[in-house]
Every structure is written in structure tokens, then in C-alpha cells.
T-cell receptor
Framework: EAQVTQNPRYLITVTGKKLTVTCSQN?????MSWYRQDPGLGLRQIYY???????DKGDVPEGYKVSRKEKRNFPLILESPSPNQTSLYFC??????????????FGSGTRLTVV | KNQVEQSPQSLIILEGKNCTLQ??????????LRWYKQDTGRGPVSLTI?????NTKSNGRYTATLDADTKQSSLHITASQLSDSASYIC????????????FGTGTRLKVLA
């Protein structure tokens, strides 16, 4: 079964404590992306990756880092989290940036709270 | 500025009734338009995709329409079920050197028994 696995599902942390949200896919897709979703703002892209070792900024990259050392994994790193990064985060996967016939496949989400 | 606006923001209907959700966009140049369904606390799931030349596309009880001239799309849900309670998100793709995937803020639908 095609899956996009995010961990953890829920996370409460304190300001400044580095954290990593993992995203793993078994679909062998090249395109992976991170989004955050906030009430009234919709989904906003943080970073994306077209392939291994190829990453680029989305619309709201400040305060985040990513890496793509292997095709299946695309972790999101918050070096020094702040309360304004409290949000619902989604990893999205697709054959290419256009989404293919089926569109993006999203993970189940990570609800992050920074206090 | 590329924008996708959806209406209404929220909607409550009784089980078995039909409803229509609207999406207006100012994205250019247009590539395609998708509707996603997002259950509470879950990731969005694609319902339909429509390209410039398509006017109507169905997926079970869901029917999407597209008017590329007026830059409007609608999602019609027939004979609603409790499981239709979710947010419905319109996403428009633009290709202009750098590809963009632009999300609307969604319509939250609640179906009551």
C-alpha cells in the first residue's frame, strides 16, 4: 500500500529546543514537499525537493531546514522553534511537481505546539 | 497576484441533501485545478483534477465543473452522507517558469443526520 508516514503525530516542545519531524514514503516518488496549515490561511509550502540532494525554498521557509539524502526520506528540521511555528504540518509526495494524475499524497500530519 | 478563493467558508446541510461549493481563482497561466477532501486532523486526499479543456468531471457523488473563461470552479455533492463532513480544498496549478501549486483556504462542510 502506498504510504507517506510522518512522525510524530503530536509534539509539544519548548522554545529553542531543536526538533525533527520525519517523513518517509514507499512510493518511489521524486517530489517531496513540506506544508504548514494554519486556520484561515490554508496550506503554505515550506520547502520542497525535486530529487535526492535537490531542495528549494517554498513560500514560508524561515526557521526551517530540510535535507534529502535519500529518495524515501525528507525530514523537516526546526533548529530553534518559536511559538509562531505552532501549526499543523504535512508532508506531501508526488511523481513530480505537477502532481501527476493522482495529485499529491499527503501524510497524516504532525500537530506541533511550541510553548 | 495568484489567488484562490473559496466560498462559503463553512456550510451545514442535512444528510441526503445536495450542495455546491465554489472556487474562484486568479492564477495565471493556468495549468490544472484539483479538488481535495480533508477529514479533520488528516491529510488532504485528491478528488478530481481538471485541465483547461475539461468542463465537468465526476468521481462518484462528487462532480466538479470548470469555467476557464470566468476562472471559476464548483464542486457539487449529491445525496450527501455523514462521511462527507470534511473540508474541501481547491488547488490551482500555474506554470510560469517556476511551477506553483496554490491552495484555497477551503470550505468546511458539516452534514447532519
Amino acid at each position: 500500500e502506498a504510504q507517506v508516514t510522518q512522525n510524530p503525530r503530536y509534539l509539544i516542545t519548548v522554545t529553542g529546543k531543536k526538533l525533527t519531524v520525519t517523513c518517509s514514503q514507499n512510493m518511489n516518488h521524486e517530489y517531496m514537499s513540506w506544508y504548514r496549515q494554519d486556520p484561515g490561511l490554508g496550506l503554505r509550502q515550506i520547502y520542497y525537493s525535486m530529487n535526492v540532494e535537490v531542495t528549494d525554498k517554498g513560500d514560508v521557509p524561515e526557521g526551517y531546514k530540510v535535507s534529502r539524502k535519500e529518495k524515501r526520506n525528507f525530514p523537516l528540521i526546526l533548529e530553534s522553534p518559536s511559538p509562531n511555528q505552532t501549526s499543523l504540518y504535512f508532508c506531501a509526495v508526488a511523481p513530480d511537481r505537477l502532481g501527476g494524475i493522482g495529485g499529491y499524497t499527503f501524510g497524516s500530519g504532525t500537530r506541533l505546539t511550541v510553548v | 497576484k495568484n489567488q484562490v478563493e473559496q466560498s462559503p467558508q463553512s456550510l451545514i446541510i442535512l444528510e441526503g441533501k445536495n450542495c455546491t461549493l465554489q472556487c474562484n481563482y486568479t492564477v495565471s497561466p493556468f495549468s490544472n485545478l484539483r479538488w481535495y477532501k480533508q477529514d479533520t486532523g488528516r491529510g488532504p486526499v485528491s478528488l478530481t483534477i481538471m485541465t483547461f479543456s475539461e468542463n465537468t468531471k465526476s468521481n462518484g457523488r462528487y462532480t466538479a465543473t470548470l469555467d476557464a473563461d470566468t476562472k471559476q470552479s464548483s464542486l457539487h455533492i449529491t445525496a450527501s452522507q455523514l462521511s462527507d463532513s470534511a473540508s474541501y480544498i481547491c488547488v490551482v496549478s500555474a506554470t510560469s517558469g517556476t511551477y506553483k501549486y496554490i491552495f484555497g483556504t477551503g470550505t468546511r462542510l458539516k452534514v447532519l443526520a
